[in-house]
């Protein structure tokens, strides 16, 4: 079975053992997450009809719990559960896919077009001689599919590599990894879009083919395209043009997001921190002291150790997925309890993390041996709860209406540590000493002068040693656990930028295909105007402008819809607007001097045409 990070299990698990040990007995305690399978017939609606009916049942007949709170219980769907925060970049891609395919079959319209135009002539002799339109048409048709069908295998057998790149750039929460591979749905599919394109590009070809009169083609020698399809390849180029732009700017907006995020503030210093997840079993440390000192004995054993600077633990682990939950509330008993992260840490936890104390002071060391009734809050509680006065010295009431609960003086506040990921701010934080929550699993971190990996080892024997009855696991550098936060981002980005390179190339040979074969088509033209004393810079001048025009519209049109469409990467992005104008700018710049460099070459080639060969060979 496969974990992905953020469970604090190790990925590789061969045994589970469950066990409660008390958790579930008390109804103030939510901490679970209930599974049930709807029956045949019933909606998700009345379901969730039903489970309401139920909760408003247990906040009557539990009042003294719950008091004048309600009590809610959300049905949600486990496809979307498991898939709802990939969804958007996944969709994403599959339009960043779509594009390219769009650019793909333009492409190639334009080059079947060119195709069947220099064979206007042979067409036209065939059709003279006999052949029907009809049986022009089969034969177009037949080569178009063929060449279709190499180039969908060829393909295929490119995305057996493709998927090993794919799953080696996967972001860490992306859903059901083991299933992802090529199989009949996805051959069926590219089957399908193999034929589509191939069908549509033979009759397409076919059509502009048998279109024209036989007699004017064979007059002109094949000359000129049988039936003249040069508004509809501008009109393909145009198209590519607009949908590359939109792919530039999807990918300029996900460079910069990950450009903000590169120099992100976590509310900690990831940098040389090791972190390994401790469990002691339940039945060798039942006592509370017994938990504290074998927690303290490992701090003291890892402290010795060469090339360790700092280290402490902490439950749980920040950006690790885990959390527990608290409530807590402000003034009187009456009032509606509040919900709080909670953290119990060992000695200099602060220090070792690199989160900054903003006021007050850390934990004596009395005060993580005894239960005492302090604790310290992050700077988003103090903010709500005491927005124009010093946080130091108040109190807060811990587990309101349980027989848990109890008034906590805050002696310290630290800043808040980003610890559910950059898009979301959190809940307010509460971190306690080690007595007043004890645990049995801690994560410790170890700030080292080097690479820390390089003190996994030692330190995993050392821990062992004291006699944990369990595997010390999950040993992860901090930076690690930033970097699974990112990668989605950077699936993204990486994703979004192989699409957008691949879209521009394509635009770029469609857009040189096509002035160069207007320049080839205009050769006669081009000899007239050089004979009849036409500057080489003015020829250059005639062919780019054809080219602006092209590229003009498209990036018209591309700025239209990237400013419409850019609006589905808006769970993507962060610190940067969708229609950000420096990015739209810059990428509208970007691609229109490329372009231009595009056309500038046949345009050259243009202006070195010789007049006296040109009209020779017409």
Known sequence: MYLGPGTNLPERIDL???????????????????????????????????IDAIAADLARQYAKVYGNTSVRFHLVPLHKDLVGRVRPAILALLGAVGFVLLIACANVAHLVLTRTSARANELAVRCALGAGRRRIMRQLLTENLLVSLIGGVAGLFIAVEGVHLLLFLRPANLPRQETIGIDGAVLAAALALSLIPGVGLGLISAWQSTKGDINESLKTGGRQPFGGPGRLRNTLVTAEVALSLVLLVGAGLMIRTFAKLSRFDWGLDPTRLLTLQVNIQPRSFTAHESRWRFYQQALEKVRVLPGVEAVSGVGPLPLTGAEILESYALGEIAQEPLSASLHTVLPEYFHSMGIRMLAGRDFAPQEYEQRVAVAIIDANLARHAWPSESPIGKKILWRPRTKEQKWLEVAGMVEHVKASGFREEGRPQIYVPYMSYPIFEIALVVRSKADPLTLAGMIKREVERLGTRRPVHTIRTMDEYVADQLSET?????LMGVFASIALALCLIGLYGVIAYSVSRRTHEIGIRLALGAEARAVERLVLAQGIRLVATGIVAGLTGAFALTRALSSLVYGVSVTDPVTFAGIAVLLGAVALLACYLPARRAAKVDPIAALRCE
């Open 16 to 50: 589970f053992f469950l066990g409660f040990d008390g958790l579930g007995t008390s109804r103030s305690d939510h901490s679970l997450t209930t599974v049930a399978r709807l029956r045949p017939g019933v909606t998700f609606k009345r379901a969730q009809g039903e």
């Open 490 to 494: 950077r699936f993204a980005l990486v």
